[in-house]
């Protein structure tokens, strides 16, 4: 029996020891998940589901305030296309003059 043990007995799982070959492992964080890089700046990532959570996000989203310069650049652009639509239209400005 000594003999034939040797040759039916199941081995051990053995433990995989993977590292990738590029992978610093210093505070990057887990170089198989995947993730866009901009979602830590996102505050729509991971928010509770429901109607609640919901609300609470738009609510919090509502409150931080935005970049200056792209809010007059917004500002800037639609008055463009509001001047370039009226223009297509052939709007007569004069109806807001008295005579």
Known sequence: M???KKFTRISKNRKYDYKPRF?????KGNPFKIESKFDKFRSTVDTPRGIKGKFNS???????????NMK???????????????????????????R
Request: glycine content about 6%.
């Open 2 to 4: 000594g003999i034939l």
């Open 23 to 27: 992978y610093d492992d210093k505070g």
């Open 58 to 68: 738009a609510i919090d989203d509502m409150k931080t305030e935005g970049d200056r």
């Open 72 to 98: 007059m650049r917004l500002i800037i652009i639609l008055a463009v296309l509001i001047l370039v639509f009226l223009y297509i239209i052939d709007f007569d400005i004069s109806i807001f003059y008295k």
